[in-house]
């Protein structure tokens, strides 16, 4: 399966990806018994008070959107325009839009009004489900783990199964990305990027990517010189050109830690040489790493101490 390629049913986290059409529908006073009511027996349900002139709802729905998706089958959403159902508004005593309520059992059961951030639309999800898990998230730890055993491949097939259900999630993309970077499939991944759409190559996961191609390429010409810029640093701790060639055979190399020790090692001696070359060069390697991978932590705080002793 390539990635983003939105054929059939994805199976994610070891459950089978519901159809979208199944988890969202628009509903209204005829079918909403149905829709909401019964259908809340059977698993919870999102209803989604909105209108096409209403600015707040253009960003909450897509938002509730995204998140049933991923949640894959343990949530619905069905979504009630208001201006061709003032009745059944009516009803919910709905003044003000968007407005949610969640339905479980049958009955209502929480809801808010007005647009929320992805995060507490993301915890109310979680509450209503019973604190079950985002399968997607799970997936994502999943191929996390294999990526750190040395399995890129089936990491790959788990990312590539996330995107079959949700094409421009970032994390996903991102993982899959870096998937083919390490497979030796850095071309592709450049042919990936440049077909993204806008908003998610903006990314800062995807960003990230960019930089580590980019550190890549510029790595590439030096990487078979780790031993002959080592010996020559060992010869001249102080030449800070060679650390810094150095640094960056080593991120070739692919020893990144490496690569970021020398690049401190070159701080701490001058931090301001050549227009702080070596700092710039360090942040480029944590954009690259990610800002949660253990290494830019590991980094930053080396970082800090060393430009605050």
């Given at each position: 399966?390539?990635?983003?390629?939105?054929?059939?049913?994805?199976?994610?986290?070891?459950?089978?990806?519901?159809?979208?059409?199944?988890?969202?529908?628009?509903?209204?006073?005829?079918?909403?018994?149905?829709?909401?009511?019964?259908?809340?027996?059977?698993?919870?349900?999102?209803?989604?008070?909105?209108?096409?002139?209403?600015?707040?709802?253009?960003?909450?729905?897509?938002?509730?959107?995204?998140?049933?998706?991923?949640?894959?089958?343990?949530?619905?959403?069905?979504?009630?325009?208001?201006?061709?159902?003032?009745?059944?508004?009516?009803?919910?005593?709905?003044?003000?839009?968007?407005?949610?309520?969640?339905?479980?059992?049958?009955?209502?059961v929480d809801g808010f009004m007005?647009?929320?951030?992805d995060s507490q639309v993301k915890?109310?999800?979680?509450?209503?489900?019973?604190?079950?898990?985002?399968?997607?998230?799970e997936a994502l730890a999943e191929?996390?783990?294999?990526?750190?055993?040395?399995?890129?491949?089936?990491?790959?097939?788990?990312?590539?199964?996330?995107?079959?259900?949700?094409?421009?999630?970032?994390?996903?993309?991102?993982?899959?990305?870096?998937?083919?970077?390490?497979?030796?499939?850095?071309?592709?991944?450049?042919?990936?990027?440049?077909?993204?759409?806008?908003?998610?190559?903006?990314?800062?996961?995807?960003?990230?990517?960019?930089?580590?191609?980019?550190?890549?390429?510029?790595?590439?010409?030096?990487?078979?010189?780790?031993?002959?810029?080592?010996?020559?640093?060992?010869?001249?701790?102080?030449?800070?050109?060679?650390?810094?060639?150095?640094?960056?055979?080593?991120?070739?190399?692919?020893?990144?830690?490496?690569?970021?020790?020398?690049?401190?090692?070159?701080?701490?001696?001058?931090?301001?040489?050549?227009?702080?070359?070596?700092?710039?060069?360090?942040?480029?390697?944590?954009?690259?790493?990610?800002?949660?991978?253990?290494?830019?932590?590991?980094?930053?705080?080396?970082?800090?101490?060393?430009?605050?002793?």
């Amino acid at each position: 399966m390539l990635i983003g390629d939105s054929s059939g049913d994805a199976v994610v986290g070891g459950a089978a990806g519901a159809a979208a059409g199944d988890l969202i529908k628009d509903s209204g006073m005829a079918t909403f018994m149905h829709d909401v009511v019964e259908a809340s027996k059977e698993v919870p349900v999102i209803v989604d008070f909105w209108a096409p002139w209403c600015g707040p709802c253009k960003q909450l729905t897509p938002t509730l959107e995204k998140l049933v998706k991923q949640y894959a089958g343990k949530v619905k959403l069905v979504k009630v325009n208001v201006d061709d159902n003032q009745q059944l508004a009516a009803q919910f005593r709905v003044q003000s839009i968007p407005a949610v309520y969640a339905f479980k059992g049958g009955r209502p059961v929480d809801g808010f009004m007005g647009a929320m951030p992805d995060s507490q639309v993301k915890s109310f999800i979680e509450k209503l489900t019973g604190g079950g898990g985002n399968p997607i998230d799970e997936a994502l730890a999943e191929a996390e783990a294999f990526i750190a055993e040395g399995q890129i491949e089936t990491a790959l097939e788990i990312y590539q199964e996330i995107l079959a259900q949700d094409p421009v999630h970032a994390k996903a993309m991102a993982g899959a990305l870096k998937a083919y970077i390490a497979l030796g499939k850095s071309d592709e991944a450049r042919d990936i990027i440049a077909k993204l759409p806008e908003p998610l190559s903006k990314a800062p996961e995807i960003l990230s990517v960019k930089t580590a191609l980019e550190l890549q390429a510029q790595s590439a010409g030096v990487s078979s010189e780790v031993q002959a810029l080592a010996d020559k640093v060992a010869a001249n701790p102080k030449d800070l050109q060679a650390r810094q060639d150095l640094a960056m055979a080593k991120f070739g190399a692919g020893d990144k830690e490496g690569a970021m020790d020398e690049l401190l090692e070159s701080i701490r001696i001058d931090r301001k040489w050549n227009e702080e070359a070596a700092r710039k060069q360090l942040v480029k390697f944590f954009e690259a790493f990610g800002p949660t991978d253990a290494l830019t932590v590991q980094g930053r705080k080396k970082l800090s101490s060393i430009l605050f002793a």
